[in-house]
């Protein structure tokens, strides 16, 4: 069924951003990340214009993040405070992220400087999990468990002033730590148009060194928040966001999300967490080999 | 669409006044396209009349030959090339704006426009996509311009926006022309023009032009014209329907 996108200015076959965004949704609901470092890629392979897909791609990173949301706060899993911070700094990191985006937009590098991130910070973070998920597995296949590491937080945290008391999170830092995390995960919302929980987890697992209950839930209040604000900041400067687009996604990651979610309940997590490092390093790798390949288009066309 | 008895009667003074060169009738299928939800492209169907002077076809034993041109909305454009940056990484690097590039441009003809015109008239009226006037608004050297102009081309013709069919105009008894030209839905929004050449003895005797509206309607406007007009309010309306669409799915979800 062919339906036209009114922004993205093309006709696209329904049926398969639906299911895009249910396969997408699928793995959200089962690995507990957004799914926009997926989605965005996803969309420009099927030929929706760069700009259109990361602008459309953060709602439906929103309506990912909307019921998980809840559903830690009935278990008291977010610590509000904290995701205040996060969400101001957050804020101004997708407002400075709006200006960094048009800026590299003008210079025509705007494809490479994602492409570049995404190998970065996916490799990166992709080897951490899976180091971490084959050491659990080895771990319960009786291997000896290594010795627990202490929760603390990274020293460089630990030098800033104006500490104040995070009690949900059990952390006594100053909140300008949180802050810039949240600002850099802000300027990554909107040129990624993912939500940043991929990154935003280990950070405030190994750099803050927070309370791990409240970790997820609190990482699920920021996507909401700046993915929210990464579609108004689209929406007013941009103007790519695309509405149908985004019902089309978000009708199939919602629902994706929910089997997912049911999937994840039965699995070990420690095996889901090796799946999601698998994906994420070879979403890299596959990156990386394009940004070296000869590209389809040596020529790319642009209004101006 | 004229009936019989209206095109007679737009003929017939036509014929009267007919003078030396012959004269062109042309008319489209369609005077506006409408994009709607369901839009995936239009085929236009161009046909018409060639009036040739006393309302005889001329005795020599020249061919005629009916040319048309479908043009978009002309945009100023920036094309950029990659380039291997150290052997590593494939980079943006060159780059040549042009000022009036045609968003959608397709010519059909009745036979190859190479072996009808010669390479000056061609230019001059601008038939057939090596003779397109693209006026880059930075100076560049020629090899340079003739890279990214077959570049832009290429590209261009790759996505269905610029289209050359030679034999696609049918000519049935030297008087009727015919031929559809297909309007992809990517095209933009805008005043099209269809442009009829008439071609004898490699000059081009008459030329006429029709005007096409293609625009979005109902609900495609809409969406258009609130995402252009109030942004704010449009942007309220896509974080709010996400996160309907979150909560629903949640509800319906804890009910099983």
């Known amino acids: 069924m062919d339906i036209y996108l009114p922004i993205a200015n093309l006709s696209v076959n329904a049926l398969v951003i639906v299911l895009l965004g249910g396969g997408v949704g699928l793995l959200s609901g089962m690995l507990g990340v957004g799914g926009g470092f997926l989605t965005t890629p996803l969309l420009i392979v099927y030929g929706i214009p760069p700009t259109v897909a990361a602008a459309s791609a953060a709602s439906q990173v929103t309506g990912a993040s909307v019921s998980g949301v809840f559903a830690h706060f009935r278990r008291d899993g977010v610590d509000t405070k904290m995701g205040g911070v996060l969400v101001a700094g957050g804020l101004l990191g997708s407002l400075a992220g709006g200006q960094v985006f048009r800026l590299l937009q003008a210079t025509g590098q705007i494809d490479t400087v994602i492409a570049i991130i995404y190998v970065l910070l996916l490799g990166f973070i992709g080897s951490m999990m899976g180091r971490e998920a084959i050491g659990a597995i080895r771990v319960s296949r009786g291997a000896a468990a290594p010795r627990a590491r202490k929760r603390r937080h990274h020293p460089l945290v630990a030098a800033l002033p104006f500490r104040t008391r995070f009690y949900r999170s059990g952390l006594y830092i100053s909140p300008l730590a949180p802050l810039l995390l949240g600002f850099f995960i802000g300027i990554l919302t909107i040129l990624l148009g993912v939500g940043g929980g991929f990154i935003l987890v280990p950070a405030m697992l190994y750099l803050l060194g927070m309370t791990t209950q409240v970790v997820v839930g609190t990482s699920l209040f920021q996507t909401l928040f700046v993915t929210a604000m990464a579609t108004m900041v689209h929406a007013t400067t941009t103007k790519a966001v695309d509405i149908v687009l985004a019902a089309l996604l978000l009708l199939g990651s919602v629902a994706g999300a929910q089997v997912g979610a049911r999937f994840a309940a039965k699995a070990k997590p420690e095996y889901l967490r090796l799946a999601l490092a698998i994906i994420v390093l070879s979403l890299a790798v596959w990156i990386a080999i394009g940004l070296g390949w000869r590209p389809a288009e040596i020529y790319s066309v642009e209004a101006s | ?256």
């Open chain 2, 1 to 256: 669409m004229l009936g019989k008895a209206g095109l007679a009667l737009l003929l017939a003074p036509l014929l009267i006044a007919a003078e030396s060169k012959p004269v062109l009738v042309p008319d489209v299928s369609q005077r506006n396209v409408e994009i709607v939800y369901s839009f995936t492209g239009a085929d236009l169907l161009l046909f018409g009349a060639i009036l040739y002077p006393g309302g005889r076809l001329p005795d020599d034993d020249k061919p005629t030959d009916i040319v048309v041109v479908v043009k978009g909305p002309t945009q100023s454009i920036l094309v950029r090339e990659k380039e291997k940056l150290g052997g590593l990484i494939w980079v943006n690097a060159a780059r040549l704006r042009y000022r009036s590039a045609p968003s959608f441009y397709a010519v059909a003809s009745s036979r190859p426009i190479a072996s009808l015109l010669d390479e000056r008239t061609r230019a001059i009226y601008e038939l057939g996509l090596d003779s397109l006037q693209l006026s880059p608004a930075t100076s560049a050297l020629d090899d340079r311009q003739d890279r990214f102009a077959h570049g832009l081309v290429d590209l261009k013709r790759r996505a269905g926006l610029y289209v050359e069919k030679p034999g696609a105009v049918e000519i049935t008894d030297g008087v009727l022309y015919r031929a559809v030209v297909t309007i992809p839905a990517r095209v933009p929004v805008g005043r099209f023009t269809a442009e009829t050449f008439l071609v004898r003895d490699g000059h081009v005797l008459a030329v006429a032009t029709r005007d096409i509206e293609i625009r979005k309607s109902g609900f495609e406007r809409f969406v258009a014209r609130s995402a252009e007009r109030n942004a704010v309010l449009y942007g309220l309306v896509a974080v709010v329907l996400s996160v309907a669409f979150g909560w629903g799915a949640g509800l319906i979800a804890r009910r099983f």
